[in-house]
């Protein structure tokens, strides 16, 4: 893979959060995923991020309807049409000394271009219902879940804009085109020496 390829690649594994209805994703098609994302840096090489994977069609249906998509958008709700297939769920392994947050971020980085190269998208969920998880499935005390990973086949047109003033907002255009802004190359490095 060279340079335009990779960065396309990047540039069109974007956070969706309208998948089209029961479109099946299955456990093998999770563990593909974490096939990647278990490959990742991990500080001290400690690896504290653990993994639930969720297929099972009422579970995710009860992890969707509670986690709140897109809290920009106060006048738009997910349907039950447009719900994820399956989720992943990261958890946080206490008895082993990390750096948790980073970890997840670079595994999460690593599920989502995995994801798009198989013709998947998701949707990472910090507000995903910790306590409902831990009412559907068997966690042992040691592991907090940190994030939850809606899993599905897109279904919505997602377009990445140069941010503008400093807004950073997503935005709907009127044929619902989902727009991300950016910040562009000057607005980030703050120096070169
Ligand atoms: C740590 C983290 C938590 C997030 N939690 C949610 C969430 O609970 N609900 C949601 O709809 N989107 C969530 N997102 C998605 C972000 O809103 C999204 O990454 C952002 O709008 C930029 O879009 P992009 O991922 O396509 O670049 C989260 C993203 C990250 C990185």
Redesign the pocket.
């Known amino acids: 893979m060279n340079y335009d390829e990779l960065k396309s690649l990047v540039q069109s594994?974007?956070?969706t959060?309208r998948f089209k209805k029961d479109a099946k994703v299955t456990n093998e098609d999770l563990k593909e995923l974490l096939e990647v994302a278990r490959l990742t840096s991990s500080a001290k090489n400690m690896q504290p991020i653990k993994y639930i994977l969720v297929t099972k069609k009422e579970e995710v249906l009860q992890l969707a309807q509670t986690?709140?998509?897109?809290?920009?958008f106060k006048e738009w709700e997910q349907s039950d049409e447009e719900r994820p297939s399956a989720f992943i769920l990261m958890l946080n392994d206490r008895m082993i000394d990390g750096y948790p947050l980073f970890d997840a971020?670079a595994s999460?980085t690593a599920i989502?271009l995995a994801a798009k190269s198989k013709g998947l998208a998701v949707?990472?969920?910090?507000?995903?219902d910790k306590e409902l998880c831990s009412k559907l499935f068997v966690i042992p005390d040691n592991l907090d879940v940190m994030?939850g990973i809606a899993v599905g086949i897109g279904n919505e047109t997602?377009q990445?804009v140069d941010a503008k003033a400093g807004d950073t907002n997503?935005y709907r255009l009127e044929d619902e085109t989902h727009c991300?802004p950016?910040r562009t190359l000057d607005q980030i490095i703050m120096g070169e020496y």
């Open positions: 594994s974007r956070t959060r986690a709140a998509w897109a809290a920009h971020g999460f989502s949707c990472p969920m910090a507000s995903i994030i997602i990445l997503y991300v950016k």
